[in-house]
């Protein structure tokens, strides 16, 4: 069977040179970006997304859940989504579910999984749910979660079931990173964020009027600006620019 070679990384990877993973044979990258309803190293994911995306490789965002209900899980949606929204990511959205440290019953836990999957369906993303072979095969309802890309760790010879994605190993080495690296196979080509890898068409997407335009080589704010006949404190204000001086290729700007 053809796959496709990925890695998965957080703050705990430290500074990497993107150029250097690109010709590693690695064509794409999940870069953590929330934790929860808050994360002190947001800003790792701010700075290497653009990087990533820059050097050719496919970037998705993944969110490590801390919730329990359903509101919790709308919560942590809001943020997450929020966090990643000016970013041109190209390859799906996830969430991160492995631990129920609240002791969730299994259906509590599922009608939460699912809130949080289909607020990022809503915003457009190939929503992907990521977890371990066995907490999905015991703590989760897996039959109601099977409308959504699934991405499963198992640090074994074999993976042992059906899934999109296999993350096989926490030890790697690539070129460009310092620390070991979570590897991944991927067994399908993800190569667009919107919903065309849905495993079922019933669900219907909200109609976005957001207008949006992606950062390009030798773009400011005042140029966009001028070519979408706004202002510079319109971007700055709809897209919450701190230093309007800053902004990098592949960041998704909304216009209005």
């Not at 969110?63 to 990643?84: G, M, N, Q, R």
């Not at 009608?111 to 993303?125: H, S």
Request: net charge positive; no cysteine.
């Amino acid at each position: 069977m053809e796959y496709i070679k990925g890695i998965d990384v957080s703050h705990w990877q430290g500074a990497i040179n993107w150029g250097e993973v690109a010709k590693a044979d690695v064509k794409f990258v999940f870069i953590k970006a929330t934790e929860g309803t808050s994360y002190s190293k947001l800003s790792y994911f701010k700075e290497n997304a653009p990087q990533a995306l820059a050097a050719g490789l496919k970037v998705g965002a993944y969110h490590y859940a801390k919730f329990a209900t359903v509101s919790e899980a709308e919560a942590e949606a809001a943020y997450f989504l929020d966090s990643i929204s000016s970013f041109a990511l190209n390859y799906p959205v996830v969430l991160d579910l492995e631990e129920n440290k609240k002791k969730a019953k299994k259906k509590t836990l599922t009608d939460a999984a699912l809130a949080f999957l289909e607020a990022i369906e809503e915003a457009g993303y190939t929503a992907m749910l990521y977890t371990g072979k066995y907490f999905l095969e015991n703590t989760l309802d897996e039959s109601r979660l099977t409308n959504y890309a699934l991405w499963i760790a198992r640090y074994n010879s074999t993976l042992g079931r059906g899934a999109d994605i296999w993350q096989h190993s926490d030890s790697g080495k690539i070129r460009g990173i310092r620390p070991k690296v979570d590897l991944n196979i991927a067994y399908r080509d993800f190569t667009n964020t919107k919903n065309t890898f849905r495993k079922h068409s019933s669900h219907a997407l909200k109609t976005k009027t957001t207008t949006t335009y992606t950062v390009s080589k030798g773009d400011t704010l005042s140029f966009i600006a001028k070519k979408h006949n706004t202002t510079v404190k319109s971007l700055v204000g709809l897209n919450g620019i701190k230093d309007p001086d800053k902004i990098y290729i592949g960041q998704k700007l909304r216009l209005k």
